[in-house]
């Protein structure tokens, strides 16, 4: 088998047309393009005057002794029921459920008394509530 050779033509690739297109581009983009100064305003911003003023938190702190008598921001309550606790922590805040409420067990508290404190906020509707424990015993 004679395979005969042919000739195939020159291929080559005109490079004119792409040329063109990209210099219609960089020229379109750089006609669009805009060079503005950015321009810097001075304002002079008010000051305020006067003195400031520091706003005291009340937060109403129930303390828990070793032998589960309550204290209600170092004032002592008579007796330890839940009627008294629940009058005197109202009676306190004014009525004001959504004051921060703070209760301050001693570690060697009863249990029961914690719990009680808990339930009287409560029932009261205090719901911004923190727990504190203290070594007050002296061990």
Known sequence: MKFARQNT???SLDLTPLIDVVFLLLIFFMVSMTF???TVLNVDLPEA??????????????QISVDGSYAINDQTLVNNELATLKTAMMK???GDTSMPLLISADR???HHAVVRAMDAAGQLGFSRLSIATSDNSGN
């Not at 005057?49 to 129930?62: A, M, P, Y």
Request: glycine residues 4%.
């Open 108 to 110: 060697n508290a009863p």
């Open 92 to 94: 306190i805040s004014d």
């Open 9 to 11: 033509a020159d291929i």
């Open 36 to 38: 503005d100064r950015e």
């Open 49 to 62: 005057t006067g003195e400031q003023t520091e706003t005291e938190v009340k937060v109403l702190d129930i």
